[in-house]
Structure formats: structure tokens, C-alpha cells
């Protein structure tokens, strides 16, 4: 692991964007009718594509789809389909998939609204699931969400991204070299490997924020500049962010493994009962940072603390050598016609020896009090 | 999003404001008999007024009712009658209202006290639910809440707002025009259109609450005035209100969700699914809001201790560099008639080249300290 | 609402009152055995009194009672009857009517022992339930409590004061005057006016120490004292003593609600539910007086840091504008026979000027710095 | 209540007391095999006693028993017996006491392994108990524990005490006086009255703990010494240790009081939910103290802050008169020839007056600041 | 006790090495099929040894096993076996073991991922547990872990090990000599005891993390260097890490201790309830550490305020002794022509005598404020 240096490590945490993740898009749709289909959130790309790859044990067809009504007579096939759309803006392309496959209007409205939570709604004939796809993005130095939603139906797994993500591309991977077992299972074997997929992502993030983390306990272990505590507020912004994108995901997972979800075969739910233990893991982790990062800002003000009491001792020292030694000097250098003293062969020098023993005094004492 | 400056947004935010909707009216009415109707709350409006709008998928009729009992027929139609009081403090009306539709002499209490959490209360032939309208005073830079009731008996709504809002335009609209699918359904999708206005609402005051947390947070990075903390407390205190207003809703909205209220129909259940995860959203929101405001009196605190020591260094460089110096001035203003070194040629040269070196090994050391 | 002034409201809390009341008489009785009637608490009253009001929906007699044995025959009439004992002390009265009435020992060792939290006691044919009377003595300005101990056995409900308290005054009231539906109901509706008497006290007793910390947030705005922290940690105790006593109470009349007591009609249960929504607001507003005590105590230590800042300001200002100028002086206070400056013409207003140079850049210096 | 003073309050509590409770004796078994058993804990006396209580309604017979079987008798009679173990060192002893009464290895290891956390454990003949018997040393002015095992096995209940300490004192006298309505009842009642007596054990330590609280309060109020920190810390490390000794008693208790246990008797449970009663209270106690002592730390570090600025304010009042004056004073103590002030008439005495002046303003300003 | 010395206990503890332990190669396997084998963690042995102990009442076999096919027959007899193997990089010879025994893929990679927090994983024909082995590195001051996974199949348990620790030795030992009950059990008692083995090892732990408190303490309690900080952080961490790795150990053997398990006989339920006892234990001392550590690092920061304090009190001290002396003897040094003081005979005594008048004043204030 090659640190990045502490003011790059600082730079990369912008508060506001983590506010801008939170709150994002929340209030744009007031007052709208339920089911209207309004993208909400940023533009990420600029045409919408469509990629089927439709396979099973022996075979494995890919295409990418010009008309979105090229992909519906895949849904009565006996082999497994994967539909992708990438890009959430054209919403009359996802009301025609919507009318096709018989989604609901709520699910259509949730799929291109970006602002979800992390949810599991089964509609009998269909499953329905949102998650959100973590990425650190090196150029901004910070965490990015995208929302993904999936519906299994039938044979048939859509997927929806905000962008094309490189996220799914192993499991295309898979799919193409029939690796591992993916060739051989069933559309809901398809969209473990999907989730599967998001939640790895998951753990990149957290080394990520884990090597932030150590950088700036470094940084707190020595002299912390203010700018620690800038970047402590914003990993704890991070963290926050972090929880609220997972958290929900245990739930979600939980009831696919349940088994209670008819088009979950059984076989299957142990694979996602492996996810369940990941996500565990992603959120005890979380919760891990969090107690650390509070634990940080403890150090930063006692590190502040510590460093006024060096900055106090300083001063405190030398006033209290120098001052009272000033007012000696004081004490001679007045003008009074009958000061015997300053007639005395031996006054001055006699002096600096006083001067230097009540110096050296002080000195023994900052010595014992450790001052020194 | 245009920036509100700093002092403006400090000055948003009092605190008693948040005091008084806290405790609100919440001691006016001990030792009374329980039923008795008596209005707690400022009375908003002059005078209480009355609309009735009645639709089918065909037809809508609208008007404005002068007398109460004008809007009892239209309890027998087979038509969805939305009857929309505004005002609470009329309780002669209110009560006949309550023995024409045989509410209970709680709910009728309930109505018009206006210092109720979030609640639903199922009477077999009817359900009361009670919400908190919560809108922005541009003018008072606070957050505002308003007690709505809401009662769904047979086909009729009957809602009681404080005072005439424009929170179920949109609502009002929508049956006007036919949009959506508001028109074809029955009562308990009125119901729910007009739970989902009011939870929107909230999704505006998050967002205005973010944007006051985002000034102060700017605020905080650099040099932070003492009206910073004042604010902070007070967001503090806002939030902590925005929680008492709607975590409440969850359990409410849960309940009709749920599937066992006989009034609402099996197809409305997962449109109250959607204000469910609304509400959550809303809720998760809050917390998250909670967390960052106590980090930032962490930060204030911090930053503070910061400026403190900025002080100290300051005042410890000057004294440390000029108290010995002024020491050794004040040694040869001694008036010793011994003292050698003040008949010599070049003691005042050689004493100024000591000074400079002494200064110059003081700020060499203090850069070495970084505190240059 | 006329605002005490703060000394006042400072003095008001005494944080021993609180200890007491938390800890109350609890070590008294150990080694005894149980069942053993044992008086702990103050004595409030001299003599014990029992007053009788049996009423129906036509008739109402009400009595002082002399001999404990006078209010026997109650028990078996039709007619509602309401038995109240004020005063605890008198060990062998209260057995007398344990024996009479058929109740545990262990009932009527928790009667006469002062320091029960409350709760709720089935025993099929009565129902014994401890309350915590909450008032405010605006003679010690502070929270006094008092235990209340109700019996509800057939048509009879029994009440045990500390003292003949006015908390049940409108109850009594009511009765007398048939106000309500009280001399319509049964003996159930009766224990759910007295409870609903007690409650409804609480919210007197929120708004008191709402006022409170109205008082000290005004003066944590300025410069707070301090006392100021006194009166904040006695506020803590204050909102701790509360929770303590109310919080329990939630689940006492969630079991009346629930349906699951015998003794209790269907009708009355939704008043139980009443009350059960008001326990629900007292708690939810005691945590909210907690949340924001707590803040309280962070701006309390924000303010004297800022105090501090100010302080060291001034300090430094001083000493940075003066020591250098004290130093320059203090130069040309030397003795040295060879300094040529010493007779210059021009010395003296030269360094007048320099002097007044090196005030002015600091003076801007510190301004730029905003430390003036 | 005479208050102990200040010193001893503060010297009554060590730490590592509570660190060695904590941890006692965790760790000294490892890598036996389990049912080994091994004394773990301190020999708190010389030899093993035992001693037996055998009665009903009408006879006692008590008895200071030599060897371990002649209690074994006991076992089969119709009357209640009380076979009371004191120390625990005597393994062999206690192994026999076991294979003789059929007892599980696990459970004779449980009761001389003094590490236990208290625990009910049910084997259908019989039921297993592990206490903390609380106790307030007056020498060491700490609280110490001891542990208690009990067994209710038919008509015999086995005690096991580390020490003959004095707390079933009180029971063994009702059984002796026939006083209540011990005599009457059967060993779960007995089983009862034991735990009972140690349960009002812990009132006392409350007091005990309550006024070191209102002890350190007081202090806390005016000037505390550096001593009160570490007298809040051991207060809060003494409160965790009685949190973790009651907590799991509330589960204990609720489980014999549920009904579900074949060997307590319907009228018995009765009381069992009065001890439960009291353990909830001593919980809640606790709970409150750890509220108290957490505010007590915010406390303490104000007043240090208060401290802190009474000290500068003295440090700045006296730097900021003086400073000026003295610089003043260096100005006309220098030697300029031409300085025309020097030779004019009123100088000094304006001079005087100037710094007269200067002090006054001062003064006044500081006054203004409430510095003063 | 022999305590460490403080150095030692300070520098025993690096913050980076807990990080490490939290985010253990979380992120090494993104993107792989599930179900590969891939060895994420350090290799910790050079060469993977499988050792087999057969055994059943009367006798007892072991050997080292060359080959893994070696082990394979004892599948099948009816003795109990014990397979236990060292080192999990070869990742071959695990999957020979998985396929033979009929292990599920996601089994196998979560052997060879050291990544995993405990959890038991309950697959009909067998059980598969995770655990994390605790030990106490001399060496490195500091806590290490290492994966431990155990299978329960028919008779045969597999455990697998990072390296050849010797916390299975006093097991294997009791299997060799016979000692306990261990042999004449099944494997369900063997798994037992390999648990129990690992869950004592955690005390172990516990009490080297409350001789490093009860060191951190001490220096606490007199004057705290700035190493004490990190020493506090880095203990919380260990602190997190070790919570990280029980807590989730509760559900485990919970799930064991219930009795659904159908491979656990039921009198070995009850040595599961054992070991429930002790990690509820060992949990419960991990809380109490963190409370403990918490407040340690409350104390820290009111141990350098009132450092603090002590240095300003001596600059204070001197200060405002010194600089009004200071100024007296600057106004006497003064150059004025009519300064009749001058002149006079006793001048110097008398101002002499002020001087020490003035001390000794301020020495006695001083005094009264107990600054010194």
C-alpha cells in the first residue's frame, strides 16, 4: 500500500459533497401524481443502451438492443436472460419495458427517481430490488453512489444503471467463459451474481476510507494541523454516508434468503445467505470506522490541548525566569542620591552571581516539574 | 442554490421558537372532563371554512359550503366526497360534524387540540389519522408546524387543517384535471394522495434545514464567530423537532400498510408501501442530520481551541523574544559606579549584535516549532 | 408567561432534593419480613382521612368517614363507590382494609412503602396500580412527588394519598355536578379520571421545567455565570427524576389498554388509550428537555472557552504592542558611555515616532486578525 | 445521614479494586477439563462449615453439622431444610454434597469457580441459582462481592456462601421465631427469603453509593481538588462493576417468577415478582447514578475551565494596568540629552496623574467586563 | 502481578495494527466466482500438516497423515476422529477434503478466506463453524487472531488452522490420557471442547488488556505524558477488534446450546450452555473495558486542563508579583529633574519596605485563593 501524502489525503474529503449524497434530489418531485416517471438525479450519460445477453449451460448469445422492443421476445424464452439498460433519463424507453414485462407504476417511478433507499418489494410474478453501487473516484478523491435496480422475472434479470458501470463487467466475464457455476443455474443464480458483484464493491470503499483512516491517525499521532480536523468531520460525513447506503441492504438480503421468495430456488439462498455475511461484515466495519473516527476527534482536541500546554510552558518559563530577574535590574537602575549599594566595589558582580543562581534555581525547578 | 449569507442564516433560528413547538399548548387543558372540545393552539384563521369536492371517474363537483350540515348529505352518495374543513376553532361545528358521522368525543378532542403527535386510531367503521404538516416561514427563517386530521369513513375524507395551506393543492388539482389515476380510485386513494402531500413537504424542509447546515459547516472551516454555536444549538433544536414529527409516522403509516385496516383496499396498501419508504427516508435523513450537527459543535470546539492557541503563540513569541532582551537592557541602565563594560568602546555595538543573534536564535527555534 | 428571573430559576434546583427523591427511604426496611406493613416516607399529613363519594347515574352522597369499618358496606352496592385515604402512616387502618377487601399483603406493603416505581398488579378479582403524583412546590421551587396508590375491586375504587392532595379536586367536581359522562360510567371510568387527573399534573410539571430551561438557554446566549452550570447539572437530575417516574407508567397503562383486564369494560379502554397517547408525549418531551440539556452543557463549556479566547485577547494585545515598545525604552536607558544616539539632536521625537509606527502596524495587525 | 468528609470520601474509592472484581479470576482455569473441580477465588475462611435449618409449621431444629453426611438425611424428609455451605475451598466436600444430591458436574464447578455472572439454570429436579451478594466494606470503604449459590432441590435448599457472612442472619431468625409466614411455607418460599435478603443488600450499597455521589456533588460545586477526578472515575467504574453483578439477575428473577419453573409454587411466584420488582429498582438506581456521574466529569471539567479563566483574568488585569505604566516609566528613565520633558517643573507629578488616570480607566473597563 | 513498566505498556500498542486486523484482506477476492478457492490472509506456516486422532473409550490412535487421502477412511468407523489441519494455503488438498466429505463450495472458500466473523452455518448432514482464535503475541505486544474453521460430520470433526498453535494441546492431551469425560463422549463433546479451548483463550486476552488499563490508569492518576493518548486510542481499538470478534460468537453458540441442532446430543447441549456463559462473559468485560477506556480518556483531558491550570497559576504568580514591583522601580529609574523622592534620606529603605509590604500581600492572597 503507497500512502497517499497527508495533504492529498486531506484535500480528498469535501464536505459538502457527502451533504450533496444525503439530501440528494429529495424534494424535486413534490406535488407530482405517484407514477409519473421523472428522472430524478444527474444526467450521466448521454444515450440510453440496451445490452441482452441471453445463455445457458451450452449456449451464449450477446447482443446490444437499437429498439428496446427488441428485448421482449426474450421473455418467453426457456433460457436465462440478461436484459442491462444503462442510463435512466429516457423514462418512455423504461415505460415501454415497465408495460411489457407488467411492472408496477410505483416500481417504474423508483427505478429512474435516484434517491432511493436500499429496498426489496416482491410483487409475486416479479421481484424488485434497489441497492446502491459504491465507486471511489480517484479523480475527486471521494466516495460516489449510483443507484442500481433489478428485477427478476420469469428467466429474465433487468438491470438498471445510471451509467455503465464497470461493476457487472467480471460477471459478463463469467457468463461469456461459462466460469464457475453461472452457466449452469437459473436467472435467480443471475442475480445473486449481480448483487454479489455490487457488495464486493462495497469492500474496496472501505480500505479506501481505511487507508484514510490510518493516514490521519498518523497525522494525529504527531502535530496535528487544523486541517486534521476538517478531514476527521468529513470521514465521519463518509462514514455516515456509508451506513445509510448498507444498512438497509441486510434487510433486503435477509428476505431473499429467507427462503420465503418463490422465485428464489433453494439451492440459490445459500448463495445469498453468503452475501448476508458479507454485508455484515460491510456494516460492522462501518460501525468499526465510526467508533475510530469519533475516538480520532478526542485525539485532535487533546493533541490541541497538549500543544497549548507545551505553547504555555514556554512562556511560562521564561517569564518566570526573567521577570523577577528585570525587576532587580529595575531596583539598580533607579536614581534614589542614598543607595549604598551602588557605590560597593563588589555590587555588580556580586549581582550576576545572584542573577545566575536564581536562574539556575528556577531552572532545577521547571527540571523537577518536568517542564523541561 | 443561492447561498443565504452567514448572519441571515444564524438568524434564522431561534430558539424559543422551537421551545414553544415542543411543549405546545400541551398544559391548557388539565382538570377538564376528557371529550370536552375545546381549541388548543393559535386560532390561524378568521373564519371557518368549508369546501366539499365530490368525483367519480366521470364526473367532479366542487363548491364551498356555507353551513355544516350542506356537506352531510353527500355521506350516502356512492361518489369519493373529499370535505376539507380549514380552521379548528368553530368547536360547535366540529361537534356536528362528530354526531353526523359518529365520531367518537376523543377524536373530536383530538381534532381540535392541536398538540398531538402523529397518530392513527382504527374504529372499526372509521380510522382517524392525525400528521404534521411541518412548512418553511420564509419570513420568520423557522420551521412551522400545523396539526392535520384526517378521516376516512365509508366514501368520504374528511380532513382538518389549522388553516387554509396550499399543501393539497396539487392534490386538488389533480382530481380537477383527472390526472393520474386519483379518479378512478376510491376513497382510501384520496386518503393517501393527501398523506403523501403533507410527507413531501417534509422533503422541502430537509432540504432547507441541509442548506442551513451546509453555511454553517462553511462557516466552521474557517474563523467561526460565537453566533455559530447559538446556531448550531438551535439546528440542534430543530432537528430534535423534525424527529418528534415524524418518527411517530412510521408506525402510523405501518399500520395502514399493513394490510388490516378493512378500509383500505388491497391495491392502495403498497401506494401507503411508498410513503412508508418515504417517511423512513425522511427519518434516516434526520439522524443523519443529528449526527452532523453534534459534529459540529465537536468542530466549534475544536476550532475554538484552535484560535486559543493561534492567541497564545503569538503573545509567547513576543514575550519570549523581548523579556530577556529587556532584561539585559535593563542590566546596563544599572547605576553601579563598578560596572566595566559601560566604559568600554564597543559594548553598545557588541550589545546590539547579542540582541540580534539572541532574536535570531528565538525565531529559528519558534520556526523550527512551526508556530512561524 | 412572566419570566422568574434568573437568580430565582438558578436557585430553584437543588441537586440533593433530586438525589433524595432517587433513592427515597430505599434501605429501610431491609431484613424485614415481607408483608410487613412498615410506613416509608415523610409523614404528610397528622391524621389519616377517608372520604366516600358513592354515586350512580341519578344519585351522588359523599362522606367523611370516621371508623375505617364505615366504608365496608360500600363494597356491596351497586352504586359506584370511591373510598380515598389520605395520609399513609396509619398502618393498622390500612390493614383493616386489606383484610376487609380480600387483598395481598404484599399490596398493601407497597401502599404504605413510599418508594415504588410505578406499576400495574392483576389479581383477577382487583387490580392494583402505583402511581407517582408529580407537583411543583413553588415554596422550594422544585419537583415534589408523591405516591398514589389505586384499587380497583367490583364497583369499588379505592385511592391512597400521601397527603389530601387537589390533583383529584376536578374529579370530585365532576362527580358532584354530574359534569361529563363520569356518573354514567362504572367503577373503571372512575380509575381512568383519577390516572387521567395524575397525568394530566405531568404537563404542568413540563412546562415549569420547560420555563427553566427557557431561563438559562437566555442566559447561555450571553455571558453565563457560574452558577449557570449548577443549574444545568440540577435540570439534568431534574429530567432523569422525571423519566424515572414516568417512564414505567407506559407499560402499566398499555396493559389496561390492551383489553386483557377483566375489570376493565371495552368502552373505557379507548380512554385508556387516551391517556396512554398523553404518557407517550410526557416521555417523548422528557427526552427532548434531556437532548437539549445535554446540548446545554456543550454550549455552556463553547461560552467559557469563548470567554477565555476573549480574555487572552486582550492580554496579548497588550503585551504585543507594549513589551517591544518597553524594550526599546529600556535600550535607551543604558548606561554604556558610548552611545552615540544618546546625543543626537533628533533622538528623542525620532523614536516618538518609531514608537508610534510600531503601535499602529500592530493595531492593524490585531485588526486585520479581527482580535479587535 | 452524617457525611463522611471530603478526604475520606475521595480515598474510599481505588480503582484497581474495581478492575480486580471485573476480572476476577477469569482466567485461571484455562485448559482444564470442563467439571474439574477447582477452588477459583480467595479463601476467604479458615475451614468449611455447614450448618442445617430443618422445619415446618411447627417444629426447628437447627445444627452446626461436622461432617458432610450427616446433612444427607435431610434429603428425604417432609420437612423444609436449609443446608447452608460456608467456603468453598473444601472441593472434595462439595463434590460429594453434589454426587450425593445428583447435581451436574458443571453446576459444583459453577459454585466454587467464584467468577461467575449470575445465572439461573433449570434441571428439571432442581434448580440452580449464582448471586452477588453486595456488601459495603467500612474498612476499605469499597463495595466487595461475594458469591452466593443456592439450590432448591424438593424440600432441601443448599446454600453456598464464600464467607460466614451475616446476611441470611435475618431469615435464619424469622425461621427460628416463626416471624412471618416462613414456617408456614414450603423451599421455594424459603428460596425466596434468601434471595430476598441479598437483594436488599443492594439498597444499602445504594445509599452507600448515593452519598459518596452527594459528597463529590458538593465538592463539585465550589472549588474541587485534582483528587475529585479520580474519585468520579472509581465512581463510575463502582457503578459499572453493581450494574454488571444486578443487570443479569432481572433475567434470573423473571425466569422463577414466569410460572414456568415446576419447583416454585403458584402463591410463591407472587413474590418472586416483588424481588423482581426491587432488582428492577436497584437496575434503574444505577442507571440514574451513571447519568449523575457522567454529568459529574462534564462538571468537573468546567469548573477547571472556570478555574482556568478566573486565573487569566487576574494574569491579564494586573499585565494590562501594569504593562503600559511601566513602559511609560521606561520612556523618561532613558538618557537622551535632549529630552525637554525631563527639566520641566511638572512633569513628575503630571506624570502621576497621567498614570493615575490610566489605572482608573482601566479599572473601570474591567469593571464594565464584570472582570472585576 | 508483575507489572510492565510503562514504556513498554505504551509502546505495546499500534494503532495500525488494529486497523489491519478490522479490514483483514477484505477486498483481496472482488470480482472472482463465488465458490473459488483463494487463501486471502498472511501464510503463516510454510508446509500444511494433517494430523488425525482416532479414538473411542478404550482406545486411542494418532498419527500424522502424509497424504490427505490418507484421512479419508476414518470417515466410516464408528470411533470418533479428529482431524485437524495446519496451514490453509493449499488450497488443492482442502478441496480433496471438501469433495470427499461433501462440503459446499462456499464452505471451502470460507475456510481459506481468514476474512470471516464467526458464524455457524447449520447444513443438515454436517455443521461448520468459524471462530477466531485470540492470542496474546509477546513479542509484538499485541493481540493477534487467527481463523479456526471446525466441521461436525457423523463422527468426525475437521478443524482447520492457520498455523500449529498449541490451544488444541490440552485438548489432544485429555484425549490421550483420558482424562474427563472426553473420551468416553462423542464428536459433538470433541467440537465442545475445541471450543471451549478457543473461548478460554479469550480470558487470557482479557486479563492482559486489564493489566495494560490498570497501567494506563496509574499514569493517569498522576501526571499523564502525551504517549498516555495514544496508549488510550490504540486500547479502544483493541477493544473494538476484540468485540468484532465475540460478539457475533453468541449467536453461535446459541444456535448450538438450542437443542434444534440435530448433530448435538442432548446432554453436550448443556456443556454448549457453558460456553454460552462464558463468551456472555467474556462480552460483558470487553463492555466494561470500553466504559472503562472511554472514561480514561475524560480523565486524560481533565489531567492536562489541570496541568494546565498548575503552569498558569506559576506564571500568574510571578507575573503579578513582579510587574507592579517592576514598575515601581521603573518610575524611580526615571531621569526627571524635580523628583524630590530622590533626594530624600530613607527613600530606598522605605521603597524597599513597600516592595516586601506588597509581596507579602499578594503572597497572602495568593494563599487565601490556594494557589499555592
Known sequence: MIKPNISQALAGIKH???LKLVTKGAAKKTGQSPG?????GEKKVEEVTISVIDYDASNCSEKQVQAVEDCFPYRDTRTVT?????????????SKIGSHFGLHPLVLEDIVHTGQRPKM????????????????????REVKAEQVGLILIGNVVISFQEAAGDVFGPVRERIRKARGRIRKQ?????????????????FVILEKIGEKIEVIEDVLMSDPPPEALHAIHALRGEAIFLRKSVWPLREVINDLESGDQALITEPVTIYFRDIYDHTIQV????????DLVSGMHDMYLSAISNKMNEIMKVLTIIATIFIPLTFIAGIYGMNFEHMPELHWRWSYPTLWAVLVTASAVMFVYFKNKKWL
Open 16 to 18: 459538502s459533497g457527502i
Open 36 to 40: 409519473t416517471l421523472v428522472h430524478v
Open 82 to 94: 440478461w436484459i442491462n439498460v444503462n442510463g435512466l433519463h429516457d423514462t418512455e424507453l423504461i
Open 121 to 140: 418489494e416482491d410483487f409475486e410474478s416479479y421481484v424488485f430490488i434497489v441497492l446502491k453501487m459504491l465507486y471511489y473516484s480517484e479523480l475527486d
Open 186 to 202: 437459473g436467472a435467480d443464480y443471475l442475480l445473486y451474481a449481480l448483487m454479489d458483484a455490487v457488495v464486493d464493491g462495497y
Open 283 to 290: 456494516v460492522e466495519t462501518i460501525e468499526t470506522y465510526r
